[in-house]
């Protein structure tokens, strides 16, 4: 059975600060990961997805990358922001055509000003 | 494009009542996945269709819980009879394609308190 876990579970940075989040995930037969952002009180966001044969995705000062025979991933963010304040999700898709996803249970982010 | 509609928004209601959440997935997407998030469990899959048709159920906690898709435009998901422990906040997503590469799109959610 597929786990997710993501590193750390809660982060409070100031603003301006690049950071990284952490997702590691036990069954490396994946056909893709999803990061996500969810505000409070809010659905998810998708932030950005990275195929199994990919080793990186990049939109804006958001950098994801993956290493599937380790089983992890990280979300870089640069020059972070308090807009970025909310709680991020990684999500990887089953190995099979009809896999579903599995969630980590997320990090809580601040950044204040 | 509206996104992933949900209604109701947030939903109250007493043990042993009948409740039926709604979706309306993204126009031209062929499958849709119902979720539960909870601060215990994180998020968890209840049910995928692809192109109207349930491909896993697995996620489905109990026989209380039904969910269908009569067409491509919408879903319910349907808890009969409720309990306190049914309480949590329900999403639908849906994607393009529906298999290994395509991202989900969420829905706000319906926020489900069960008294």
């Known amino acids: 059975k597929q786990e997710v876990t993501q590193i750390p579970a809660a982060l409070s940075v100031p603003e301006g600060e690049n950071l990284v989040l952490n997702c590691s995930f036990t069954?490396?037969?994946?056909?893709?990961l999803q990061w996500f952002r969810q505000d409070p009180g809010k659905g998810l966001t998708s932030l950005l997805l990275?195929?199994?044969?990919?080793r990186e995705q990049t939109s804006g000062r958001l950098n994801a990358s993956l290493d599937k025979s380790s089983g992890r991933s990280t979300l870089y963010i640069a020059a972070s922001q308090p807009g970025d304040s909310a709680t991020y999700l990684c999500?990887?898709?089953?190995?099979?055509?009809?896999?579903?996803?599995?969630f980590g249970q997320g990090t809580i982010l601040t950044v204040h000003p | 494009d509206a996104g992933v509609i949900q209604s109701p928004r947030h939903e109250v209601t007493e043990m042993g009542q009948e409740v039926t959440l709604r979706c309306k997935p993204i126009?031209?997407?062929?499958?849709l996945f119902w979720y539960r998030q909870t601060m215990m469990r994180g998020l968890e899959l209840l049910i995928y269709?692809?192109?109207?048709?349930?491909?896993?159920d697995s996620g489905m906690p109990e026989d209380r819980f039904s969910a269908k898709m009569p067409n491509a435009s919408f879903s319910t998901l349907k808890i009969q009879p409720s309990e306190p422990r049914d309480s949590a906040v329900y999403f639908c997503?849906?994607?393009?394609?529906?298999?290994?590469?395509?991202?989900?799109?969420f829905g706000p959610g319906t926020r489900l308190t069960v008294l």
């Open positions: 997503a849906s994607s393009l394609g529906g298999f290994s590469y395509n991202e989900q799109f």
């Open positions: 069954d490396s037969a994946i056909y893709n």
């Open positions: 990275i195929q199994s044969s990919q």
């Open positions: 999500a990887v898709k089953g190995g099979t055509s009809y896999g579903k996803l599995t």
């Open positions: 126009s031209g997407h062929n499958s």
């Open positions: 269709f692809n192109n109207n048709v349930p491909i896993d």
